[in-house]
């Protein structure tokens, strides 16, 4: 619905591979902007508020990037997506608590929100995911489901859980399968 609003989500503003929402050194108040152009108006939400985590200290001293910053979406049925202040990555909590006790493939799930061809210095890592807009995370996946479990990858879903979780999920046609690596 947006897209017919406003045009192609690859020509949305903050979405070119030069612009701060790629560098991930958007503020706060862009980032709501943002959010509320482009996907508020067409979300049923609860509520919408700013994402900070205790640690949060506002920025990285050595490259003054906004650190654990975005914005909490709420929906009605009590999952919450979390969109990071580069605009691209997100996470989808099962309910609040997964906030506070998270558990990656049990009760978050990463996703990636990529709707232009190519970002800027990501090229073949993220091939997976450009121009398919709301995806499950494949950074720098192989295209095997082998490569969605891989131990001792940053983020292969292992009985720890791992950002290729939701993934998998969609690999096996959005079902958990017996041999899905996280146990409820």
Known sequence: MSEVEN??????????ASNPFQSGSTTYPELKDWYDKYLGPYLKTTKVIQRKTSDDDGSDPSTGALQNQGILVYFADGTILAINNNARDMEVYLNEKALTNTMSGRNQFAFRFSPIET???????????HNKKFEPYAWDWDGTREDLMIQ??????TENGGAYCSKLIQFDGWQIEDDYPVKF
């Open 7 to 16: 045009g192609e989500a690859k020509y949305w503003d903050g979405l070119s």
């Open 152 to 157: 001792g990858d940053a983020y292969g879903c």
């Open 119 to 129: 970002v800027a210095g990501t090229g073949e890592q993220d091939k997976f995911q």
